[in-house]
């Protein structure tokens, strides 16, 4: 029989083995609590986005179908702004906007806001709009698009429901099979560039005026170059492109 000691089940653990089980344990946890940190200090930012879901109330202005759902409203704040549509899931609204497009109209719903850009999410049922018989299109028609420039930019196509603040986070490849259903259901997809100064912006998508669907799929969630025209459509910005002016990088 060697003198080393032998373990036994039921018997007291040998001392040595204590020590060697207790200095393995706290490198094992130390090790690991570097590496969480590490991890962490790699990820974004979450944002700043907030869906006060519990809040429905009704928002009075006018509505548009196209590129997308929206409504242009002074209920925000008090000043003429654009607050885009969808629906309380992954899908957008335009196709049920209808005959009410350019009517003063009252739409229900819940408000989901990141800084100046705001969407309604718009309750379920058949009832979130109609035709308010009080209302005036009086400075609230939706304007032309203004082209600005043409430019050449770099950035990520995303969903803007969820940038907005429906779900943090809300860009890069974690989020790229949400934003790929999102964009898919009919939501504005949006781009969004960062800067050398890190100066963030943020513009909706169209293509020839119209919107985008699930041409944009192949490059959601990817850092692209999209080519196209800079364009002001009243409080809102858009990057006017078709998909054959993106490419990977």
């Avoid at 050449?152 to 196509?157: K, R, V």
Wanted: charged share 20%; with cysteine.
């Amino acid at each position: 029989m060697s003198k080393d000691d032998f373990f036994i089940g039921w018997a007291e653990t040998p001392e040595v083995d204590r020590r060697f089980m207790l200095g393995a344990g706290l490198s094992i946890i130390t090790g690991t609590t570097a590496v969480g940190i590490g991890i962490s200090a790699r990820q974004r930012p979450v944002g700043s986005g907030t869906w006060n879901m519990g809040e429905i109330r009704e928002w009075r202005g006018i509505a548009t179908s196209e590129p997308y759902g929206m409504i242009r409203t002074l209920d925000l704040d008090g000043t003429e702004r654009t607050a885009l549509l969808a629906c309380q899931g992954k899908c957008g609204v335009s196709a049920k906007i209808g005959a009410l497009a350019g009517k003063p109209v009252v739409v229900k719903g819940s408000l989901i806001h990141r800084g100046r850009h705001a969407m309604i999410a718009v309750v379920d049922g058949l009832d979130w709009i109609r035709e308010d018989p009080d209302g005036s299109i009086d400075g609230l028609a939706f304007p032309q698009p203004e082209p600005i420039m043409d430019v050449s930019l770099n950035g990520e196509i995303m969903d803007s429901k969820c940038w907005f603040g429906a779900m943090r986070p809300a860009r890069g490849k974690i989020h790229k099979s949400c934003a790929s259903l999102c964009i898919r259901g009919g939501l504005p997809p949006a781009f969004y560039v960062r800067d050398m100064k890190d100066q963030t912006a943020l513009m909706i998508m169209t293509s020839g005026g119209y919107g985008h669907n699930k041409d944009l799929l192949p490059f959601v969630a990817e850092s692209v170059s999209i080519t196209g025209q800079l364009q002001r459509f009243g409080d809102l910005f858009l990057l006017d492109a078709p998909v054959s002016a993106i490419t990977r990088l």
